[in-house]
Structures are given as structure tokens and as C-alpha cells.
């Protein structure tokens, strides 16, 4: 492992149990994160991208040792922390903090925000009194709030004020590793702008790394260093920013990039349709797991499991999780599958709304 590599996953599995309604138990599991290796460096941030249910925000549960993996290796400083109890992980918890999605829910309405703020001090027995007060006001200075409003509570504030709060609360204890999970979907999008402002602002001050996860491939472009997207528990493609947008090369990445809105409507960009849902990651497709949507599936997709390498004509840091990637001319919105109909997606195998509950709910059940 690098020098500078922060954070390192090696072949990450984290399944949940399918619990039924039933007296029987139930013996399937939901593969929500299935044989994930990577790296994150110090001072970059790495984008996670995907649809909702593709599993990013439970690896970065994982990554962070907040639930337990199934199997797998996380690495945090050099330090193996996948089988830490929660007495070990404590002081470890310092370094690695999350920001999350929903700036009304992950705030007590009913404690002030500088007691809020000052969570991390408390819990850790650090600094109290005056003292406390006093780095609380400066942590609310630095993320653009007035220390005066200390005593507020939080509905006196904005959304956007909100997330600064979550922020400060993640920075108290001047973390290395940063998870910042969605943290603007639920802002207004002129709001988004002035949180992700403060997100890089901070980085560049404080030398932050950031894991920022997002449904929103907009949103993670201008805030990513590299981007990894994920699909059904996978990362199917991962490469600096720059070149997942300029040269996406699986064809899921190519299909999600050609809905994102452009400056100008007559580029003749045409936008690529997925067939079918989302497939059950209790019973995910063999092979390549997008192969009963993908415009390009041919029989080796769903005999054969592609790995996550770089492909002909890729930098080495441009890695492909597919056999046949898309060529920099190649017009994907007329491909077809050359695979018979029966071995696409059927709809008794579509996630069910009962098992996406199920994976929220025993997420989080497990959360430390
Ligand atoms: Fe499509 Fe096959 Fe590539 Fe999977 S491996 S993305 S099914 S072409």
C-alpha cells in the first residue's frame, strides 16, 4: 500500500439477511456490497456514484466500520480495521467522520445547535465549559455561521444552514477522512452550490480527503477527483474525473452521462433508454450484473463475470468492468443485445419494495 493511499478495501462483501414476516426463517441474503477493492488517497476526493439501492451509502458503512463486513479488508491509516469491536474503533472514530444526506432528520430538533455541535467533544470526554463554547463558536465561524446562534435551535435555521451545522459537527474533531454521504440532494439546488463551495473550501484549509457519495453524476463531477460507479453491489467503472465524462466506457456509465442536461440542446447528443429495473440484488444476474439491461450484452456476459481492469487504449487508472467497452465513435444508442430474449431480466426477479425496506431497515439495525 502507498504512502499516501488513506483508505484501502480489498474485495469488500457486506450481505444482509433477508428477515421474513414469517415464522420461517428466511435463508436469502441481499448482496448489497459484493467483492469491492479500492483505494483512496489523502487529500483527494473519490466520488461514488450510482442509482438508489446500488449500495454506495453501505459500503461507505463499511469503509468506515460502521456495520460489520461479511468478509473483506479495510485498511485506515495502514491500520487493518475489519474486525475492530467498538472499544477499538473509538479513537479511530476521530479520524473518520460522515456528513449526511437529510439536514432535518440528523438533527435533534429539540437540542440546541451548539450543544449538537459540540457532540463529538462530549462524546469523546475532550474538552468542556467555556472551553467547549469556545471551539463550538470558531467551528460555526469556519463553516459560515454565526457563532451568535449558538443557543438557536435547528428550526430557526435553513436547509442549507442545517447542512452547515452537520458539517461542523464532522469537522470538530479535525477528522482525516471525510464520508459526505449525499450531502445536498435534499437542499435547493441554488443552496447545493454554497454547500459544495464550503465542502472544497474546507478541503483546501484543513487538507480534507472526501469520500462524496451521490445519485447525481452532475453533482459529483465538480467536486471529484476520480469517480467509481457502482451497479447492483459493483463498481463497474472507476477513472479520474475528467475521463469518466470525456470517455465513458461502460455502457452503463455511457447511458446515465447521455440523460445529464448540456449547456447546449444542439449538441446531438442522443439520450440511451435502459430497458428494464434494477434486478434483485438477492438474486443478482450471473455474469455481468447489467447484462439484462445493456444494449451491447452478448452470451459471454452472462456466462462471465468481466473484471475490473483497464482496457485497450485506457490510462491505467481508468478501470472498465466490462468485456466489450464502448469505443470513443461507437454510437451506443443503436446497439442491440445479441443475447435471446428469456435470458434478460424477468419480472419476478425486479427488487421488491419489501426487500429495499428490508436492506434500510437491518442497515440500519447494524449502524454502531
Ligand atoms: Fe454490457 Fe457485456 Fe459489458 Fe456487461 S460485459 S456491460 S453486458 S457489454
Do not use: W
Not at 452550490?193 to 465542502?199: M, R
Not at 445479441?338 to 439495525?365: F, K, N
Amino acid at each position: 500500500m502507498s504512502r499516501d493511499v488513506i483508505l484501502s478495501l480489498t474485495d469488500v462483501v457486506k450481505h444482509f439477511p433477508v428477515r421474513s414476516s414469517s415464522l420461517r426463517r428466511s435463508r436469502d441474503v441481499v448482496h448489497a456490497v459484493d467483492g469491492i477493492s479500492l483505494e483512496v488517497r489523502q487529500g483527494e476526493t473519490l466520488g461514488l456514484v450510482g442509482e438508489t439501492g446500488c449500495g454506495k451509502s453501505t459500503l461507505a458503512r463499511c469503509a468506515t466500520r460502521l456495520v460489520d463486513l461479511t468478509s473483506g479488508r479495510v485498511l485506515f491509516q495502514g491500520r487493518d480495521i475489519s474486525r475492530m469491536n467498538a472499544r477499538q474503533l473509538r479513537p479511530l472514530r476521530r479520524e473518520m467522520q460522515m456528513i449526511f444526506q437529510d439536514p432535518y432528520g440528523s438533527l435533534n430538533p429539540k437540542r440546541r445547535v451548539g450543544s449538537i455541535i459540540g457532540d463529538p467533544f462530549a462524546i469523546h470526554g475532550l474538552v468542556s465549559g467555556a472551553e467547549r463554547k469556545r471551539r463550538v463558536q470558531e467551528l460555526m465561524e469556519l463553516v459560515g455561521l454565526n457563532p451568535e446562534h449558538y443557543n438557536r435551535f435547528p428550526a430557526e435555521f435553513s436547509g442549507g444552514q442545517r447542512q452547515r451545522v452537520g458539517v461542523a459537527r464532522a469537522l470538530a474533531l479535525r477528522p482525516k477522512l471525510v464520508v459526505c454521504d449525499e450531502p445536498v440532494s435534499a437542499l435547493d439546488v441554488s443552496i447545493q452550490a454554497q454547500v459544495l463551495n464550503l465542502l472544497s473550501d474546507l478541503q483546501q484549509q484543513l487538507g480534507l480527503t472526501y469520500v462524496f457519495i451521490s445519485h447525481d453524476l452532475s453533482v459529483v463531477r465538480h467536486v471529484s477527483d476520480r469517480v467509481a460507479l457502482m451497479y447492483l453491489g459493483k463498481i463497474v467503472e472507476i477513472s479520474p474525473s475528467e475521463q469518466m465524462y470525456a470517455r465513458p466506457r461502460h455502457p452503463y456509465a455511457v447511458a446515465l452521462l447521455s440523460a445529464v442536461p448540456r449547456p447546449d440542446p444542439r449538441s446531438g447528443r442522443e439520450r440511451i433508454i435502459l430497458t428494464g429495473d434494477v434486478p434483485s440484488p438477492v438474486n443478482p444476474p450471473s455474469g455481468c450484473r447489467f447484462h439484462p439491461r445493456c444494449p451491447k450484452a452478448q452470451q459471454r456476459c452472462v456466462d462471465e463475470e468481466p473484471a475490473l481492469i483497464a482496457r485497450d487504449g485506457d490510462d491505467l487508472l481508468h478501470a472498465t468492468a466490462c468485456h466489450f467497452p464502448v469505443a470513443l465513435a461507437e454510437e451506443l444508442v443503436h446497439a442491440r443485445p445479441a443475447i435471446a430474449e428469456e435470458e434478460r431480466v424477468i419480472e419476478s426477479e425486479l427488487v421488491s419494495a419489501e426487500v429495499l425496506s428490508e436492506l434500510r431497515d437491518t442497515a440500519d439495525g447494524e449502524t454502531r
